[in-house]
């Protein structure tokens, strides 16, 4: 119980001492942080996971409402990804009016973000504004190796992603089905 107590008057002091010590990351200011408000900070850095993740579900729900535009039907209310697009849209425009409302000029830039959901992924944190949000990586300097390990992912995904539509394509075709009725089978719809 003791260590718990002083673990949170560390974070505690941490956070009081926010011009220094950029909260939840460790790594020291450059020192323009004193025009935003501590909360605001340690609020852009707490969103910058979620964020990251809802940035993947916006695109995905992008991706099934241009298929449905595709395949000639039209978008429905009733559709989840409807729902999933506005409320993330909602969502970002909050974040800017809130980072708006406490500093227009640092803001700025997530305005782009409410606009166009996915450039989310790339901005830079409000405290260093050098410091990007990458899962595995946490916050890192955007510089080169980030670079790498980003296309490091990506490789590794697309990877995945062409080794699963192998083994669908192959476990169909085993059973005897033909290439012509391929993009019928709703397994080989779900992965295109």
Do not use: K
Request: charged residues 15%; aromatic residues 12%.
């Amino acid at each position: 119980m003791v260590v718990f107590e002083s673990e949170c008057h560390r974070v505690v002091a941490e956070l009081a001492n926010a011009s220094e010590v950029v909260p939840g990351a460790g790594i020291e200011s450059s020192g323009e942080d004193h025009d935003l408000p501590d909360w605001t900070l340690a609020l852009n850095r707490r969103l910058a996971a979620p964020a990251f993740l809802v940035t993947i579900v916006f695109l995905a729900a992008v991706h099934d409402l241009v298929m449905v535009v595709v395949g000639g039907d039209a978008i429905r209310l009733n559709r989840p990804a409807v729902w999933i697009c506005l409320a993330v849209y909602v969502g970002f425009l909050l974040e800017f009016g809130i980072y708006w409302m406490a500093n227009a000029s640092r803001a700025r830039g997530y305005f782009w973000s409410a606009v166009f959901p996915p450039v989310r992924a790339t901005r830079t944190d409000l405290a260093t504004g050098r410091l990007i949000w990458f899962p595995g990586a946490g916050w890192s300097p955007a510089d080169s190796r980030l670079a790498a390990q980003a296309s490091g992912a990506i490789t590794s995904g697309f990877i995945v992603a062409v080794l699963a539509l192998l083994v669908v394509v192959v476990t169909l075709v085993a059973n005897g089905t033909s290439f012509q009725t391929l993009p019928n089978y709703s397994a080989f719809q779900w992965i295109m």
